[in-house]
């Protein structure tokens, strides 16, 4: 992974984290969610159509994409509406890369040296040593279901867009036609499982939305063009430093709790990220 890789990783992920808590901000998560989904996805669409239409093989990488992106989102939404933002995160995230790190290493050709694996499985044990407190601080534990189960589809997606990516051979295309199906997908979904409710919002929750949605477009698409760029695997647990940012912005913003707990966990995802360059 070239040092220009590198930083535009850690750039996605500080955008990452951000639009996390943007849709944390928010009175309803579910609706923040929709708004964001629904604004990426006409941006996504908009773009799409002026850029070359994709060809027949693209589009099974295109739906599985879009799938997996909008379960990512609902079980998020429920995730965030149980939980901190220091909580859930750690968790919906640290599964992910290890889950790559495994499926990656039988599926895909990337090479992948010994000092990379041990960073991926030190920065994975410091985002799972993150979320630990959940189930002693009596939070309410129905947060990490539904966070485990973000972090599955994270793990998919994250394999799914990289492959996906490299057969367009254009990753600004692929993200942007991901984005618009993700929509067609979510958005319907959401409205069945809580109403058309959810898409009455105020100025301000379009605001939020807006933000997030543009926050999340640019952290994805860097993060795929990387994927283009250097090993998956590697690409997926660097996004996972996003952990650092959303700790950071839950202690200084939102005003929670920075115990000695999270601060090792941040010094094994630091020493983590670190390895994965050597």
């Known amino acids: 992974m070239s040092l220009f890789v590198f930083f535009a990783v850690l750039g996605a992920a500080l955008l990452h984290a951000s639009w996390n808590a943007l849709i944390k901000l928010g009175a309803s998560k579910m609706t923040?969610?929709?708004?964001?989904?629904?604004?990426?996805?006409?941006?996504?669409?908009?773009?799409?159509?002026?850029?070359?239409?994709p060809e027949g093989a693209v589009w099974l990488w295109l739906l599985a994409s879009g799938a997996l992106h909008a379960a990512y989102k609902l079980f998020l939404a429920y995730a965030y509406e149980h939980g901190d933002l220091s909580?859930?995160?750690?968790?919906?995230?640290?599964?992910a890369p290890l889950i790559v790190l495994v499926v990656g290493a039988v599926?895909?050709?990337?090479?992948?040296?010994?000092?990379?694996?041990?960073?991926?499985?030190?920065?994975?044990?410091?985002?799972?040593?993150?979320?630990?407190?959940?189930?002693?601080?009596?939070?309410?534990?129905?947060?990490?279901?539904?966070?485990?189960?973000?972090?599955?589809?994270?793990?998919?997606?994250?394999?799914?867009?990289?492959?996906?990516?490299?057969?367009?051979?254009d990753a600004a295309t692929f993200v942007a036609w991901l984005f618009a199906i993700d929509a067609a997908l979510m958005l319907p979904t959401a409205a069945a499982l809580r109403g058309t409710a959810i898409f009455r919002a105020s100025l301000r929750s379009w605001g939020l939305g807006a933000l997030a949605a543009a926050g999340?477009?640019?952290?994805?698409?860097?993060?795929?063009?990387?994927?283009?760029?250097?090993?998956?695997?590697?690409?997926?647990?660097?996004?996972?430093?996003?952990?650092l940012f959303a700790v950071a912005i839950g202690v200084f913003f939102f005003g929670e709790r920075l115990d000695r707990a999270k601060m090792i966990a941040a010094t094994l995802i630091v020493g983590g990220m670190i390895l994965t360059r050597l």
């Open 87 to 95: 909580r859930v995160y750690p968790i919906a995230r640290g599964v």
């Open 216 to 243: 999340s477009y640019g952290a994805y698409a860097i993060a795929v063009w990387a994927m283009t760029q250097a090993p998956i695997a590697l690409v997926a647990a660097l996004r996972e430093t996003s952990i």
């Open 32 to 53: 923040g969610m929709v708004i964001m989904t629904a604004v990426q996805g006409g941006a996504g669409l908009l773009i799409a159509l002026g850029r070359p239409f």
């Open 107 to 169: 599926l895909l050709a990337d090479v992948i040296s010994v000092a990379a694996y041990v960073g991926v499985m030190v920065l994975g044990l410091g985002i799972l040593l993150m979320a630990n407190g959940a189930l002693g601080s009596g939070e309410n534990r129905r947060l990490i279901p539904f966070a485990l189960f973000s972090a599955m589809a994270t793990a998919g997606y994250s394999l799914v867009d990289g492959m996906g990516a490299r057969v367009a051979g």
